[in-house]
């Protein structure tokens, strides 16, 4: 039976995270909003009218979080199929896709995941061992950043031309476009329900993690016009996270389609550049471990002209931009656009970047300058940084250390929304907030509490729903239930932590998310009002 959503519901006897009151232990729910937030003393006077009480057992509330860069459709083939990631070796990887085309049947087997930067043999698998493993089948398969991938001799039979597209190469992995024709041949042999079933699964894994929003950054070089429609389409008739999607496709064509998907914005994956563990992020100098600068898929100049032209129709643009000449490339292009158009106008429309990896103070001061909010994914640093890690590999350590600089980018007032990237790395918004806190260069590192806004309230502000992603009177009743130990106040500087910790500071506190410490556990996920996980 679908739950109404006119209902009053008490929750009392736990912890509210609600700056309206940050000792709070109660919380009341109107219908879609909240109504109030307090002392379980003061919520006796709602205990005879509500038409539910949650006894709370000392639990922890909070807003749901916003993943704000996701691929629904490959995360749920990931999450239902064949997944690389984690595979210790080529040897293994081979063994595995062996396994699962041996036990499925599909017009084109679909895989994610493999990184060969840790693997003994140090290389992707070659055509021929990937034609063996596959038996013969069409197979596809992208690496972790989903800026490369592996195509079998069947699928590439499937696209006509494929030799004479850039980024073509015989026996290893595709890039640039010969990587988007092959993707693209994929997805199109899935069926309807293959794919409702894959962004089902993503759904219901975002709702038992406690995510009650997701910004879709779909395209025609990533996923597909269907694919996003779809997605809108199910979203809207089925219980759970709410889909706010993006169209990366540039100009007018771009805004056009947008409008008529009804997509939040003509950006997300709208790609400027690709990645740097498949040496397409664009670079300014070479890579340390290859003799070339990467990728540039768009220029200055026509950056300035999507951006216009979003900004005259009032639709936010978006831009996928990692390396440091493809960053520069977007704020030369916005700059461009603001002098057209108007700097005021510009800003009031708070146009992304994705990822934004490789910022200097230039542009680090650029971005507040233009109003550009950074969506950005934590989780790559926990994968790929440190010393011994990917970037270090791809850049040199100096390089390296200089990525995803979070707390330089609090400091210039750049806004901030966490996401995942997934099936780049998983949906997982505590291990996010965590990666954030600890990030594995500490001048980097950011409170949890910071860390958290912007993995809740900064998915919301990106969208330019300021009063959302907080637990306070007239927001939207989208909250989580957590399972969790002591709530505690981390921050990289110990002076903070320690007078936050102070009753007197009135601080409220957070899951202790110290590396090795369990991560909390969502008990219930409701998304405007209307429950959509429930763990019993």
Known sequence: MTERTDRTVLLRGGNVYSPA???????????????????????????????????????LVTPAFVDAHVHATSTGLALTGLDLTGCGSLREALALIAGHVGHHGAEVFIGHGWDETNWPEGRAPSLAELDAAAQGAPLYLSRTDVHSGLATSALRALVPGLADRAGHHPDGPLTQDAHHAVRGAALAHLSPAQRRD??????????????????????????SEDD???LLALAADTPGPEVHGYWGELGEAGIATARRLGAVGAGGDLFVDGALGSHTACLHDAYTDAAHTGVAYLTADQIAEHVALCTEAGLQAGFHAIGDAAIDAVVDGVRAAADKVGLDRVRALRHRVEHAEALTFETLAAFAELGLTASVQPAFDAAWGGPEGMYAARLGTERAASLNPF???????IPLAFGSDAPVTPLDPWGTVRAAAFHRTPEHRISV???F???TRGGHRALGHDQDGVLVPGAIASYAIWATTDLVVQAPDTRIAGWSTDPRSGTPGLPDLTPGEPLPVCTRTVVRGRTVHRRD
Do not use: K, N
Request: charged residues 20%.
């Open 449 to 451: 509490r910071a860390a």
């Open 198 to 223: 894959a962004q089902l699964a993503t759904l219901r894994r975002a709702a038992e993690l406690g995510i009650g929003s997701l910004h879709e950054c779909a395209g025609p070089q990533i996923s």
């Open 21 to 59: 009151d940050p000792f709070a232990t109660a919380m009341l729910v109107e219908g879609e909003h909240v109504a109030w937030v307090g002392s379980d003393g003061a919520a006796e006077a709602y205990a005879d009218t509500a038409d539910e009480i949650v006894e709370l057992d000392g639990a």
């Open 228 to 230: 996003l429609a779809a």
């Open 453 to 455: 806004t912007a993995h």
């Open 407 to 413: 707390a330089a980018m609090l400091r210039t007032g």
